[in-house]
């Protein structure tokens, strides 16, 4: 399966994609615990998760930041 793209995550709402957020860290943790358990079948999905978790991030970062700047310029 391919790593996800971010114009994807760019479609998000900024509720949905914190939601999407809270869930991949919790897929993360799963992850972790079933590698803790020795009962990983797919390491594979670490790295999307990561990769995922980090577009996302970005992208609530550069909303943030954008919505901070437009603040800003109106004063």
Same mark, same amino acid.
């Given at each position: 399966?391919?790593?996800?793209?971010?114009?994807?995550?760019? @479609?998000? +709402?900024? @509720? &949905?994609?914190?939601?999407?957020?809270?869930?991949?860290?919790? $897929?993360?943790?799963?992850?972790?615990?079933?590698?803790?358990? %020795? $009962?990983? @079948?797919?390491?594979?999905?670490?790295?999307?998760? %990561?990769?995922?978790? =980090? $577009?996302?991030?970005?992208?609530?970062?550069?909303?943030? %930041? =954008?919505? +901070? $700047?437009? =603040?800003?310029?109106? &004063?």
């Amino acid at each position: 399966m391919p790593l996800p793209k971010i114009s994807e995550a760019r @479609e998000l +709402s900024d @509720e &949905k994609l914190s939601d999407e957020i809270v869930a991949i860290k919790r $897929q993360l943790f799963q992850l972790r615990l079933q590698k803790a358990t %020795r $009962q990983l @079948e797919k390491p594979h999905q670490f790295r999307q998760a %990561r990769h995922r978790l =980090a $577009q996302l991030l970005t992208l609530e970062t550069e909303r943030k %930041r =954008a919505a +901070s $700047q437009s =603040a800003k310029e109106e &004063k």
